[in-house]
Nanobody, 124 residues
């Protein structure tokens, strides 16, 4: 019911900022919980941030709390991940995901729709 396309990744230096965008299509998008995950080759996909249907509730991984901000814009059918003070360990492919649950969840199993991913590389 929802299709997702990420964009905004790139190569930056430590301390820089990036804003990732997730363009969503589907009439049920406004009721979906949304999340961002990241994955390094050879490792498991890990939770980064999540936001509930209204945008009033968010959750973050401890490793990004205080540096990353997840938000959504219903008028534009988009979800964003503002990343600040980037570190080399933030380097990964970042994926946008949608869950039919309306709450902000951290488990990848609750997300049924995934984007193709966008590469973020942070040099030291």
């Amino acid at each position: 019911q929802v299709q997702l396309v990420e964009s905004g990744g790139g190569l930056v230096q430590a301390g820089d900022s990036l804003r990732l965008s997730c363009a969503a299509s589907g009439r049920t998008f406004s009721n979906y919980g949304m999340g961002w995950f990241r994955q390094v080759p050879g490792k498991e996909r890990e939770f980064v941030a999540a936001i509930n249907w209204s945008g009033g509730s968010t959750r973050y991984a401890d490793s990004v709390k205080g540096r990353f901000t997840i938000s959504r814009d219903h008028d534009k059918n988009a979800v964003y991940l503002q990343m600040r003070s980037l570190k080399p360990e933030d380097t990964a492919v970042y994926y946008c995901a949608a869950s039919k649950l309306s709450i902000a969840t951290t488990s990848s199993y609750t997300f049924g729709s995934w984007g193709q991913g966008t590469q973020v590389t942070v040099s030291s």
